[in-house]
Every structure is written in C-alpha cells, then in structure tokens.
C-alpha cells in the first residue's frame, strides 16, 4: 500500500466518522505507518466504524485511490450482509470513539463492531488488529485499554494492538513521557497470554509497546515489529482437552490422583490421538487438563460450540457440520469408509471328493467307465472260440464286466486276465487311461482331505448388490443412500438396518457370526477389532472381508479447536513434524503389533508349518462313502434274501 493510499483512505475515514483535531491527525498519521509496515501485502484490509455519523462518500473515497489491494469498510449500525472478499482479511482497523466516560460503553460498541464484522464469512480473528480509540474520556487509559483487550479475548483475537490517545498526568503513561510535560502522547497497548500458571488468559498485566509525542515529530524505526508471535509456549498452563471413547484412538479413561490425596483427575491414557496429544502438551510446555465427566456419548460439538475446550479428539473426521462453530487441524491420517461382507468359511471335509473335478470332469469319468464295461462286453460276445471260452464267461455278463473295469480303475487287480488280442489291447489302453485318473485323483484327495479349501466369497459391489444380504449401517452414514436415486442406493435404503454410534460394535459381532448381513465402516475400525478378536473367529482368521470396489468415501482425521482459537497455528506446526516423522502411523503399527502378539498371530514360516496329524475330521469324506457303501450292501443282500424265500 503506497503512503498517499493508506493515508487517504484512513484520513477520509476519520473525517467522514469524527471530528478532527491534533490528536486526530496523529492517530491517522500512525495507523499509517502501521498499515504501510506491518499489515500483509496482498490481503484485504477491513475497516470498522463507530456508530456515529458516517458519510456515504467513504466507499467511493477508498475506490478513487485503492490500487493494490482491497478495502472493505463496515458500518456496525448497518445490518445489511457485509461485502465480501475472495480470500479472509488480513487485517482490520477498528474505530471507536469514547466520549461518554464509560469503559463498559466502550465495550459495547467493541463488542457490536467484532459481532457485525464476525458475520463475514471472511472473518479472520487471527489477522492482525488495530483498534483506534478516537477522544478517549477516561483519565485511566490502562484500564480502557484492558476493557478493549478483554473483549477481543472473547473472540480469541491476540495479534491486536490498542491506540489511545493520553494527556499528561493520566494513569499509566510511562515516566519517561511524563517528563515531557504538557505534550498528549499516543500509547500503544498490548498483551500476551499463556505468560506463567497464574497468568494464562485472564488480561491482568497489559503491556505498554511505545508512545508517541502529538507535537513532537517521534521517530517509528525503534518498533521493529508490532505483531511478534505470542503463542509458543504456554508456560505450564492447562490445556482443555475434550475427548470422546473411540478405541484404537481414543482409549478408556482412567481417574488417577495428581493434585492431592483426595483428589483424582480424570486421565486419558492410552490410544493413537491420545499419544499425539500428550506430544502435542510436551511440545508446548503445557499441562494437559481433560474436560470431564469420562461420558462414551460425549457430544463434542457443544465443547466446541460452548468454548469449553482447547481441543476435541475421538475419531473426528473433516466435516462441514462443525465448520460452524470450530477449525479444524492439519489432517495428519486418512481412513475409508467401504463396505465388509462375512468371509467365506471352508467346504465341508466331507464335500473335499466332490470338490476335486469339475462336475464335467466327474461326468466325463463315469461315462467312460460305462463306455468302457459296454466295450468289454462287446468284445467277449464276438469271440467265440475255444481260447476265449474263459474269458468268455466272464466279460459276457454285465455284472463281472463292470466289477472288472471298477477294479481297474480303483487299482486292484482282477480274478481273470483277458485272453484274446482285441480284449487285451483294450484293457492295456484302460489300465493306462486308470492309472493316470487314478494317479491325479491321489493327489487332488490327500490335498483336499487336508485343506478343503474355501466356499466362493461376493467380491464385487454387483454381487453384493445381487445378494440376499441385508445392508448394517451406522446411522451417521445413511445420507449418503437418502440424495442418489439410482436403483443400487434403492435396495441399501430399502433393505438396511441402522446401528448407533456405540452398539455398532455390538451388533456388527452378532452379524459376523450369523453371516447374513454386509457391513458399511471404516477399514481401520474393522482392523482394529479383528485383531482384538472381536471380528476373529477361533483359528484367527477375520469373520468380515472388505470388497475390493466397495469403497464410498475417503475421510480425513483431524482435530477440532473452536473457532478462532489461537492456538491453532502451533498444534498445527506440531501435528506436521509429527505427520513428516512418521511418528503417528508407526504409534499405530505398534498398537496392531502388540495386539497380534497377544492373540499369538505372529507365526515364523517353518516347515514344522506344513505337517499336518491326519484325524477323524480330515477322513469325514472317505467314512462317508464307506458308509454310504455299507449301506448299499446291507440294501443289496437284503434283496437278495427276499428273493430266496419268495
């Protein structure tokens, strides 16, 4: 902003609002040097006048010299929407005028001009303030200064710089400036919270950054920076911390005793976002006081809203809903929102036969087989001489050339040989043809007696779609099914049951064991629990498998502060050196390593691995077939004792 620019536009301002005088004109004089110096290039410059008169020129005034960059003026007795700008303000000059000797007036109007200009949606209570008190009637300019500083606290603004003007022998001018008598000087007041324990946010001590002479031409150099960085360390002050049970980030709390013997604080002492905000209070110097009562159900949205808390945490994840009434952090992890289907079991040992061909295959088998006895039998019919009379009698009957071509094939051997060429050319080619079924099927049964293998798992969203499951959603989550209209939200929402935020683990056990239902929850939840066992079945293998295409929204973890917080520059430069470190997902992994330690999943590749002690349960299969053949023979020799009493 060039000299005439700024000077123009401010001293336009005062002329249109007050009255002016050599106070005035030094006042302007310094708000511009101000503006030229420490205000940042580029951002808008947000002006706030007084409720007095104020001339409707100002705006086309500020629009003949702005160049570089823009000026929104607000009048705190309109109520009409601000302007607004693109980006948030970088800085404000706020204008007030006291002449009724009364600090909570003072107040008041503060509070109005902070109320009207907060209703932008550019409103940025952590640019930087100037608050410019025009005739100031108070002869304690101290305490007006802390009633101004008071109620900018209110909205967490710190980077503010109070201008009054004060006459000789007025309270708090420094001695150095009194010596200079009969001179009005211009004190510029400040303060800086988080100083020690006793002194964190209540405004007790302000400080004094320079005076100016009106009539003496005081030089500016000395202030090499009016805005400093305030909030580094907060000196052993408590931080406010809102937290909310959501296991792995936020565990369960502990009442432990710190302040006396008879006193517990309630303590969070474990969980991902619980080590980063214990790093958080350590690289502040800070002491971490949680908001209490321990409450699963604790809304932390009225923290936020009420300001009864520095920092929410438990599973908060960016959202426009509390955007309203809190900021949130840098995001330092990000989860998926996807869709979980009950894992696929193992096939029944009995059902590892069946499962070795394809039915195809077994089709193909058994036909030949038939192919096989008819060609015996045809081969026998044909010959008829004296050398074929053996063989004859018994691949000429159905009976023995069946049991002869099944014996072969099962790999036993037969009670007559075959005697003539033709059969015996045959029955060289099927011992070949039995040998190499016979063979593979060996091999397919001692496989499949010891891993059966699994039933088909739905991996897509199409099947899933297609299933007869019905839809477990949390019921957080439903909107997302309420705004589409295609056919596929139709069948979640019409086929869907919901669960609430703190029996959703509950019920979601109950759905992985009965298998009847698919599940919509963030894949580092479903993680967690499977490896604590809740989601695990008895040989630790997970009860609810992910669909590859079933996620529906990526989502960002984040803390909350409430609006305006100014603390939240360094919980973010924090959270960012610990994102960069690698720190959180390795708090993470050391969680899951120590719960697959626990539930002993951790297992060094050995070929002990491979043996495996064959039992009752491997061999389910083949005692059934044999008792399916005891049966068969128990049906056939009763038909056959009917028959020789009848």
């Known amino acids: 902003m060039s000299v005439l620019f700024a000077y123009v536009i401010i001293w336009k301002l005062v002329q249109a609002t007050l009255w002016s005088g050599p106070r005035e004109c030094h006042m302007v004089n310094r708000l511009r040097i101000i503006s030229e110096r420490h205000f940042p290039v580029g ?43 693109r980006d948030k303000f970088g800085s404000y000059i706020i204008m007030i005028s006291d ?38 009637s108070l002869s304690d300019t101290e305490l007006l200064a802390r009633r101004i500083l008071q109620e900018l606290w209110k909205w967490y603004i710190v980077n503010v710089v109070v201008l009054l003007s004060q006459k000789p022998g007025d309270k708090g001018m420094l001695v150095s400036d009194e010596r200079r008598s009969g001179f009005t000087f211009l004190q510029a007041y400040t303060w800086f919270p988080y100083q020690s324990p006793s002194h964190c946010t209540q405004i007790d001590n302000i400080t004094v950054l320079n005076s100016w002479s009106v009539m003496e031409n005081d030089s500016f150099a000395e202030i090499s920076n009016l805005f400093p960085s305030k909030i580094r360390n907060l000196n052993g002050c408590p931080l406010l911390i809102s937290a909310r049970v959501m296991e792995p980030l936020v565990m369960k709390a502990k009442n432990i005793s710190r302040r006396g013997f008879h006193q517990t604080e309630l303590v969070y002492v474990d969980g991902i976002e619980i080590k980063l905000v214990d790093f958080i209070v350590k690289a502040t110097n800070a002491i971490e006081t949680y908001v209490g009562p321990e409450n699963p159900h604790r809304v932390l949205y009225l923290d936020l809203l009420k300001k009864t808390t520095d920092i929410a945490v438990g599973a908060t994840i960016l959202r426009r809903e509390y955007t309203t009434v809190a900021e949130p952090t840098v995001v330092f992890d990000s989860s998926r929102l996807r869709w979980y289907v009950p894992c696929s079991v193992k096939v029944p040992h009995w059902m590892s036969i069946l499962k070795m061909f394809a039915p195809s295959l077994w089709f193909a088998i058994f036909s030949s087989i038939i192919l096989a006895v008819i060609i015996s039998y045809c081969l026998a019919k044909l010959r008829g001489d004296p050398v074929s009379l053996g063989e004859h009698q018994t691949y000429s009957k159905v009976s023995s050339a069946c049991s002869t071509v099944c014996a072969v094939i099962l790999g036993m051997p037969v009670y007559v040989q075959p005697l003539t060429d033709p059969l015996r050319t045959f029955f060289f080619s099927w011992v070949c043809y039995s040998l190499a079924v016979n063979t593979v099927f060996q091999a397919f049964l001692t496989t499949l007696l010891i891993d059966p293998g699994y039933e088909r798992q739905i991996s897509s969203m199409e099947e899933l779609f297609n299933s007869d499951l019905t839809f477990l959603i949390y019921e957080g989550h439903i909107p997302f099914y309420e705004v589409s209209g295609d056919w596929k939200s139709t069948r979640i929402h019409n086929n869907h049951r919901k669960c609430h935020r703190y029996t959703c683990v509950d019920e979601m056990m109950t759905v992985a064991r009965s298998r009847n239902s698919a599940v919509l929850w963030h894949d580092y939840l479903i993680e967690y629990y499977t490896l604590e066992g809740l989601f695990g079945s008895a040989t630790g293998r997970p009860l609810l498998c992910k ?24 919980i973010n430069e924090i959270i960012s050196r610990v994102f960069e470190a690698g720190l959180y997902s390795n708090w993470y992994a050391s969680i899951k390593n120590k719960l697959k330690v626990e539930a002993r999943a951790i297992r060094i590749p050995s070929l002990a691995n491979e043996y495996c002690d064959l039992n009752m349960e491997h061999m389910q299969s083949a005692f059934y077939i044999l008792l399916l053949g005891y049966m068969l023979s128990i049906a056939l020799f009763l038909v056959e004792l009917s028959r020789k009493f009848i």
């Not at 003949?64 to 003026?73: F, S, T």
């Not at 600090?103 to 001009?113: F, I, L, P």
């Not at 996620?551 to 984040?558: G, M, S």
């Open 99 to 136: 002449d009724n000797h009364d600090e909570e007036q003072v107040s008041r109007r503060v509070y109005a001009q902070l109320k009207h200009l907060s209703r932008s949606s550019s409103w940025n209570p952590r640019a930087r303030f100037v608050v410019a008190c025009f005739n100031p």
């Open 43 to 85: 951002l808008a410059l947000a002006v706030s006048l007084p409720e007095s008169q104020a001339s409707q020129d100002i705006e086309s005034a500020i629009a003949d010299v702005i160049q570089d960059r823009a000026v929104v003026v607000f009048h705190s007795h309109n109520n009409s929407k601000p302007l607004e700008v």
């Open 547 to 570: 669909v590859p295409d079933g996620t529906v929204l990526l989502t960002n973890d984040v803390m909350y502060v409430p609006q305006g917080n100014p603390l939240l520059d360094r």
